[in-house]
């Protein structure tokens, strides 16, 4: 359903449950980001009426998702962490080359979003079946199934606002960069790394 070409290696979840504390710092990171994108969306193209509201309601959505990362956070008796550099998004960014029409730049940044928001899917899918804190493992499977909405509306208004066709063909190519960065990515306790 994601297109993902490589899956992440399910050891990674060994990985995340030696430093659960950092998962969840860095996922409240991620969840922040994607309310910065949705803001950042709206900012740079609001004569897209139908985005503009698509992305109004996500803001609401991805800082309630940040609220309740930091919320388990607060919880486990942490403090929420320090942002660092998220490497999967910085080598994502690097594959559409930068300027073009602005119609251009919206279905390649919508691209970037509707490919962090697949794999954020795929990830949260397999914590929710791998970890072995019940409680963790049922708040990923909650966090999934929106993961996977978005990703879906990203994908479609990219396919929307470009032309279908070559949307297709920069999706395709997009999933197989993504698949070679991943070779070297899944070694660190973050969402995306």
């Known amino acids: 359903m994601l297109g993902l070409k490589l899956p992440t290696d399910p050891r990674w979840v060994n990985i995340v449950e030696k430093n659960i504390e950092e998962i969840l710092t860095d996922h409240a990171y991620c969840e922040q980001k994607a309310t910065s994108t949705a803001i950042s969306l709206i ?14 309601k996500l803001v609401k959505e991805e800082i309630s998702h940040f609220k309740m990362v930091h919320d388990k956070i607060i919880a486990r008796g942490w403090v929420l962490g320090r942002d660092r550099k998220d490497e999967y998004v ?5 594959f559409f080359p930068k300027g073009g029409s602005r119609t251009t730049q919206l279905v390649h940044r919508l691209l970037y979003a509707a490919l962090i928001e697949a794999r954020s899917c795929e990830r949260f899918k397999l914590l929710s079946e791998e970890l072995e804190d019940p409680e963790l493992a049922d708040f990923y499977r909650s966090l999934m199934v929106s993961e996977a909405n978005h990703y879906t509306m990203f994908l479609n208004f990219a396919r929307q606002y470009g032309d279908r066709e070559e949307v297709d063909k920069k999706w395709q190519d997009l999933l197989i960069f993504e698949a070679n960065m991943m070779k070297d990515l899944s070694k660190k306790e973050t969402i995306h790394g």
């Open 90 to 94: 910085l080598q994502l960014v690097t």
């Open 43 to 56: 900012v740079s193209f609001p004569e897209y009426t139908e985005l503009v509201q698509e992305m109004t």
